[in-house]
């Protein structure tokens, strides 16, 4: 195989980037979200430090750019309350569901029929702890079902022992419940998690203004109860079985004794598409708009909300940390910043040995190019030291049309480089996660799997919501599991979004065969090597593969899947067991079918026999 860089493959991807969001410096959480939220540095019983939180999930009623709102929100903050921890704490955070019930009478129990919408459960994404969705938490029972913490006041307790190597850096917390997970991250749950460390003492590093930024999508329709939510407010809490068809710009509900989607005069439902309503979030504020675009579909009418653009200052020579989180319930983010380079210091949480430096686009480079590129649930934690002119130099969203939403490009903060100087330094080398370096050679894997993306229109599994999303070919089923592993032990996945948009050839396999969008993978409980790519062809065919150079390799949770194409990922697991789950983080494509159980045995107790599961 031919070695190749990282930034190669991602430039030759550069055209089939989807949209993303935006960036501002967190604020500080007012009054009402610090209600329970003060960590607590004393002991636990196994005398290790411990941080205690409360997360109250709660309806919010605000406005957004003049527009009355009903959001669903954690300690009544969109994004919610930072959580702050250190390798090696007990991190304790009780959930209390303050939501409203949810009438989901007309549930026929398709598990990937989005349902419930107010029941919730919580999910620690990125940090490498328990498995945490089935109850009891930790469990190895393959029939467990998930977590669910009704509303009206229904809680949950959750004790976490974060690692000791556990990698220092950004990370963040959702709901999980299948069903209603993109409900309520879409309408505002989602926050940030800091995990302070070693790399936090660099000098370097500690020197630099440390800007952490948390973007979110919130997804809206005009309320179909005005009595309830006031008149004018718009919402998103659709009706039972409802869906928002995006190409007729109307609400159907599925008729199984007709077998057809019948019309409504409702106004919201549920969306794998767009919305009537779309505002994207930097760290609360509106920085763009999107409204349905009756006569383009696919193609939402933008506007960029400029008062919700930040502004950055910078002596000539400074250097500032950016960490950037992707929050979007789809948006894919590739971004840039005018004239500067990038000096990444790592994805998802876990840090390079060194700095990688991500040079600034060349002047006439083509309006798809970016530097980063950031999937939702990504995390990008970047230097950047201003140049010697002064001057206001954009960060920028790229636009792109990889997606099946397009999505112009868009302003996402202002860096103003001031007269002044200060000349500060770049560090030279990074401290050593050890939990991911030095990397996995070649000769400890013990098995490859292969995971491959699908879609099917119109939907034959799930006619209610008129489209099936699919792994390997299947629609997620809770006691169903598809993987067995062992701690321990290094896999390699292939992960593959084969697809020819609109035409699949003839000899093409229904379902799994038929993308026409990439997706980001996603797997709990631990990180990965991304370590390959290649070019596959609707029929599978797989062509120009590729193997990263070790200095190219990343350590990711979540990775970007293009059409067309198929990643190689290399997974070890570690300490924790359990039943757990990989799936799309594109969310309204997760709840709807587009993932899987796979369950972690301890290789003492299994005699070193993972992998009798399924594939």
Known sequence: MTKVTRRDFLSRSSALLATGTAVATLTACASDASEGMEPQGQADDSDRPRKDYTLKAHWLEKKLDGTPVKLRAWNGTVPGPLLKARPGDRLNIKVVNNLTPYDSSGWDGNHNVPHDLNSTNLHLHGLEVVPHLFEPVGTTDAT????????????????????????????WYHPHKHGSTVVQAVSGMAGGILIEGDIDEVPEIKAAKDNIIVVQDIGLFPTDNPDKDGEGTYIYEPKQNAIWQTFGGNVTIYNPKTGKPEPTKLKGGFTTGDYALRYFLLNGEPFY??????????????????????????????????????????????????????????MDGVNLPKL?????????????????????????????????????????????????????????????????????????????????????PDSEVSRIRYVTFGMQFPGQANPVVGIDFLINNAQYDERSISYVVDTGETEDWIIGSPGHPNHPPDHSTPGHQDNTEGHPFHIHVNSFEVIGEADLAPDGTVTNEVRYAPDEVLIQDTIWVPMGKQVRIRNTFKEWTGKSVFHCHILPHEDTGMMQNFLILDADKNGGHGGHGKG
Do not use: C, W
Not at 147 to 157: A, C, H, L, N, R
Not at 292 to 312: A, F, L, M, R
Not at 336 to 346: A, E, F, R, T, V
């Open 144 to 171: 467990a079902e998930m977590i669910v913490i009704p509303p009206e006041g229904g809680s949950k307790q959750y004790n976490f022992q974060i690692p000791d190597d556990q990698p220092p850096g950004l990370f």
């Open 356 to 440: 990688k430096t991500l040079p600034a686009l060349p002047s006439g480079a083509p309006n798809t190019a970016y530097q980063l590129l950031l999937a939702p649930a990504n995390r990008g934690e970047f230097l950047v030291k201003a140049i010697s002119k002064p001057g206001i130099y954009e960060l920028r969203q790229a636009p792109q049309s990889l997606q099946f939403l397009n999505s112009d490009g868009r302003l996402l903060a202002r860096i103003e480089v001031t007269s002044e100087t200060d000349d500060m330094a770049l560090p030279a080398s990074l401290p050593i996660q050890r939990r991911h370096f030095p990397l996995t």
């Open 289 to 346: 708009k999107e409204v349905h675009n009756q006569k383009d579909p696919t193609s939402p009418i933008g506007t960029q909300i400029d008062s919700g653009v930040p502004t950055y200052k910078m002596k000539q020579g400074e250097v500032a940390r950016f960490r950037i989180l992707n929050a979007n319930s789809d948006d894919v983010m590739p971004i840039y910043l005018q004239s500067h380079d990038l000096h990444l210091i790592g």
